[in-house]
């Protein structure tokens, strides 16, 4: 394969707990800490499949400034075309002229974006606890994607996407 192609998708992180069910002995109820305040951050995470490479960066908003900067810097780091939804942002004058092509995903197809596979696992990983800060949560989310990096060909190296991958004409 001659391109680097980079799959990519947000996760917002935030501090609204999330109730998860647990057993208990019958006649105890359990009784979950959870976390009530309104602040998030978004991490934009992009993967590519064939690799298991996997960059991410946070920003206080999503938006055309941060697709910007995340285009920007992933092109530095190599990655010629780019694998996302068809969000409005996405589609702006500005994020088109950072030099990587862009392929847009069709709306609601959820088994087109395995990077969502990656997100889910995180959530997973960090969920049912109480951080305290925001920030606490953010490390918390970036160790998980760390941990995440050695199985990450089996989590979304599917077979249909490494043979269209590997048929891409070489430059």
């Not at 690799?51 to 992933?74: C, D, F, I, Q, T």
């Not at 589609?91 to 847009?104: S, T």
């Not at 969502?116 to 920030?135: M, T």
Request: net charge positive; charged share 25%; hydrophobic share 45%.
């Amino acid at each position: 394969m001659g391109q680097r192609v980079g799959f990519v998708d947000e996760l917002r992180v935030g501090r609204i707990g999330q109730v998860r069910r647990r057993w208990t002995v019958r006649g105890v109820k359990w009784c979950q800490r959870v976390e009530r305040s309104y602040k998030w951050r978004y991490l934009q995470v992009a993967l590519e499949p064939l690799s298991g490479e996997m960059w991410w960066r946070g920003s206080a908003r999503l938006g055309k400034e941060a697709a910007v900067a995340a285009l920007s810097e992933w092109r530095a780091l190599g990655v010629e075309v780019v694998v996302w939804e068809n969000a409005g942002s996405h589609r702006a004058r500005a994020v088109r002229e950072v030099g990587v092509a862009l392929v847009y995903l069709v709306a609601y197809r959820s088994e087109l974006t395995f990077v969502a596979r990656v997100c889910c696992a995180v959530r997973c990983c960090v969920g049912g606890v109480v951080y305290g800060s925001l920030e606490a949560k953010m490390g918390a989310v970036e160790g998980a994607l760390g941990g995440l990096r050695e199985g990450m060909v089996r989590l979304v190296g599917w077979d249909w996407i490494r043979e269209a991958l590997e048929g891409l004409p070489c430059d």
